[in-house]
């Protein structure tokens, strides 16, 4: 193993990967000991395990806490969304699944499409500081965002406050309407939002090694293997470009 690669880890010998805990597709349980399971957390030991080091996973409630931790030095490589603002502090990788995005709308909406939110008083929901509240903010002209932390805090916020919709990702909206008769997750995306590893800006040897990573495991059909693993098949895509 290159030195190079382990002399850029701050605790020496271990691997601190931070890990998003509200995205319910890449985290999706616990372990017996607490730990966070799923596609990001195995990614995560992947990586370590080929590094021949520790893994020591720091967690976060929301993405957001994920990013603002680097400034911090809470973690080695963090496991969120590409996202432009993020990328001033944080060195992304390319990204290994991607999710698409849209809205979800109450009974009797006479929102029928993606591009029909983006108008004049239309109150929309999201998970502040998410990657889609993110693009939402540099992409909407007319619509206002009404910000809550977190998926189910969005949601509540959505019914609660009677919002015209509910902007996410398209398998959790779909799990939302379940619990929301009548409601309806409008067909298309207003954006994809693809899910990458960052680090520290200054780790360029850990960056080019995870680089070569991940291009190697999305096109061999490991990414693949832990979304059918953790039950997630059907509901992200593997970016093998």
């Given at each position: 193993m290159d030195t190079s690669i382990l002399s850029e880890l701050s605790k020496p010998g271990t691997l601190r990967i931070g890990v998003n805990l509200g995205n319910i597709l890449l985290v999706t349980g616990k372990s017996a000991n607490g730990g966070p399971e799923g596609i990001s957390?195995?990614?995560?030991?992947?990586?370590?395990?080929?590094?021949?080091?520790d893994v020591e996973y720091v967690t976060f409630a929301t993405p957001g806490e994920v990013a603002d931790a680097v400034t911090e030095d809470a973690w080695d490589i963090a496991l969120i969304a590409v996202e432009p603002k993020r990328a001033e502090k944080i060195t992304f990788c390319k990204a290994y699944v991607e999710i698409e995005a849209t809205y979800l709308v109450p009974e009797g909406s006479p929102l029928q499409t993606v591009e029909d939110v983006d108008k004049p008083g239309v109150n929309v929901a999201v998970s502040a500081r998410a990657a889609y509240d993110l693009?939402?903010?540099?992409?909407?002209?007319?619509?206002?965002?009404?910000?809550?932390?977190?998926?189910?805090?969005?949601?509540?916020?959505?019914?609660?406050?009677?919002?015209?919709?509910?902007?996410?990702?398209?398998?959790?909206?779909?799990?939302?309407?379940?619990?929301?008769?009548?409601?309806?997750?409008?067909?298309?995306?207003?954006?994809?939002?693809?899910?990458?590893?960052?680090?520290?800006?200054?780790?360029?040897?850990?960056?080019?090694?995870?680089?070569?990573?991940?291009?190697?495991v999305c096109a061999s059909g490991f990414v693949q293997e832990l979304i059918d693993k953790h039950g997630v098949t059907g509901k992200l895509a593997v970016v093998k470009s």
């Amino acid at each position: 193993m290159d030195t190079s690669i382990l002399s850029e880890l701050s605790k020496p010998g271990t691997l601190r990967i931070g890990v998003n805990l509200g995205n319910i597709l890449l985290v999706t349980g616990k372990s017996a000991n607490g730990g966070p399971e799923g596609i990001s957390p195995d990614m995560g030991a992947e990586i370590a395990r080929r590094l021949g080091v520790d893994v020591e996973y720091v967690t976060f409630a929301t993405p957001g806490e994920v990013a603002d931790a680097v400034t911090e030095d809470a973690w080695d490589i963090a496991l969120i969304a590409v996202e432009p603002k993020r990328a001033e502090k944080i060195t992304f990788c390319k990204a290994y699944v991607e999710i698409e995005a849209t809205y979800l709308v109450p009974e009797g909406s006479p929102l029928q499409t993606v591009e029909d939110v983006d108008k004049p008083g239309v109150n929309v929901a999201v998970s502040a500081r998410a990657a889609y509240d993110l693009y939402l903010s540099r992409t909407l002209k007319y619509a206002e965002l009404h910000r809550a932390e977190g998926l189910p805090g969005a949601f509540k916020l959505f019914q609660e406050e009677k919002l015209d919709a509910l902007a996410g990702l398209v398998p959790a909206l779909k799990e939302n309407a379940v619990n929301m008769p009548g409601s309806r997750v409008l067909d298309g995306k207003y954006t994809s939002v693809q899910q990458a590893i960052g680090t520290k800006p200054e780790n360029k040897a850990l960056y080019t090694f995870l680089q070569d990573y991940l291009t190697e495991v999305c096109a061999s059909g490991f990414v693949q293997e832990l979304i059918d693993k953790h039950g997630v098949t059907g509901k992200l895509a593997v970016v093998k470009s």
